[in-house]
C-alpha cells in the first residue's frame, strides 16, 4: 500500500508583485487626495511612462519592457493636486486590439508565424516622456516618437519631427544647457550598423546631426552629454542581424553577451561628429548613466554598471515570478582620458540601484547628489526597488527616504524650488506603489531633507503599474525641459 503525497504548495508571491497587473482604471484629469501639504513653490505637472499591459490578449508578457505603454499625469496647481492616467493608442496597438489577438513582436516575444512577413515593429511607446517646444512625446527607442496631448494624455500620432527621424529614436534624450539643445540617438542595424545622432534645439526644428559607424550591432541603451561631447558605452554584445531581419525568435533572443570581449567607448564630439574618439574598455553593461561633466581634456561620467547582462532576465522574471537572480547594478564613477585614451571606472557604493538622476541645475556640471530606487536590503534584490535614496558621490554617504513598510517607489524626478541657487533646494517627486493599499501615489519629498520622509502624498484610489522615467514641466514650459 503507498500513500499519497500532498503535492507541493507555491510559495507565496510578494506583495509587490500585485503592481504588475494590467491597469484598472483609465482616466482624465481628477481631484487626487493630499495627505500632508503640497509645497507653496511646487507647480506644474509630472508626467511619467511605463508599461500597463503584462498580458497580450491572454498571452503573459515575457519581460517588463514587452507591455503597452501608459502614461500617467499629476498636475500640481494653486487650486489643488490633479492626476490623470491612460494607456496610449500607437498605431500597432490599437490595431492588435481591434483584432482579439497577438499580432506583433516585441522585446521578448516573437512575432506570430503567420505575421512574419506582413507586420512592422511593435511601437510600445512605454519608456519615458520627452516635452520639446512646448510639445509632449512618448518614447520607445525601436521606433518613432509618439505626439501626446499635455492636457489630457491623449495620443496623437507617431511622428519623425518633420522627416529628420530615420527610424528609432532612443528614450533617453538628454539636455545640453550651455548649448539649449536636447541631444538624442537612434540606431540602424543592417550590412552596416550606425548610431544616428541628433539635435533637437530650443525654438526651431530638429535635425540630423550625422553617423557614427559601430564595430557591430550591439544594444546602446541610454547615452550621456556634456557640452562639447555625446558619450556611448558600447557593451560587449552582439545581435544576430539576420534572425532579427526574418523575424526568427524575439529580439532578446537575439542579443548575446561576450563576457571575453572587450567593450568601447565613443565620445563624439557634438561640433566634429565626423571624427570621433573610440577607446577600449573592459567587458561590462550599462543601462542608464547618472551625470557627466568635462575636466579638461578629461570626461567625469557615473552611471550604473552591471558586470554582465544577466539583469535582463532579473528584469523579465520580475513580471512573471519572483527573479531567481539578485540585481546587482552599482553606481559606478568613469574616467575617461580623450588624450591618453583611457578608460578606469571605480564603484562609488555597495548598494543596488537604478534609475539615477540629478537636479537639473547641475546636468552636465561637477555635482555632488544624485538620487535614485535601491534595494534596501541583499534579500530585497530579488524584488522591486525598495527604497528611494540620496548619494553623496563626493563622500559616498546614502540617505534614505523614509517612505515606511511596504512602499515601492519608481525613479525620482527633482524639482528645483522657484529662484533656488543650491543644488538640493527643491523635491524629488517619486510614484509610490502601496502594498497595504494596492494603490498608488506620487510622493513629494524635500531634497534638503529626505530621511523626514515624503512631505505629502497625493493619492491615486486605485493602482498603478510601476513606471520607467518621468519629467516635470512647469506651468509655463515654452522651451524644452529634458
Known sequence: MTTALPPPVAAPLPAWKRAFRNISRQHDFQP??????????????LFRAGAWTFDVHGLPVQ??????????????????????????????????????????????????????????????ANTAVMPWNGRLYALHEPNLPVELSPDDLSSLGETNLDGVVMKSFSAHPRRVHSRKTLYNFGQHHGRVNTLELYALPDGAGARHLGSVPLPGATMVHDFMATDRYLVFFLPAMRIDVLKMLLRIGAFSDNV????????????????????????????FFNWHFCNAYEEGDTLVVDYVRYPDFASNQWLGELVRATPSIEADGMLHRAIIDLKARTFRSEQLMDLSCEFPRVAPSVECRPYQAAYMGAHSTRAARRGMYDAMVRVDVTTGRVTRAELGEGQYPSEGVFVPRPGSKAEDDGWVLTQVYDTKTDTTHVAVLDAERLDAGPVARCHFEHGLPPTFHGEFLPPRNGAAHG
Open 32 to 45: 487626487l487626495r493630499v495627505e500632508g501639504r503640497i509645497p507653496e513653490g511646487l507647480r506644474g505637472t
Open 63 to 124: 519581460h517588463w519592457f514587452d507591455g503597452d505603454g501608459g502614461v500617467m499625469g499629476v498636475r500640481f496647481g494653486p487650486d489643488g493636486v490633479q492626476g490623470a492616467a491612460k494607456l496610449l493608442d500607437t498605431r500597432t496597438m490599437v490595431t492588435e486590439r481591434k483584432a482579439g489577438r497577438h499580432l506583433y513582436g516585441s522585446y521578448a516575444m516573437p512575432t506570430p508565424l503567420r505575421n512574419k512577413l506582413l507586420n512592422p515593429q511593435k511601437n510600445n
Open 256 to 283: 548575446s553577451f561576450r563576457p571575453r570581449a572587450a567593450a568601447e567607448v565613443v565620445v563624439v564630439p557634438i561640433d566634429d561628429v565626423a571624427h570621433p574618439i573610440r577607446i577600449p574598455a573592459d567587458s
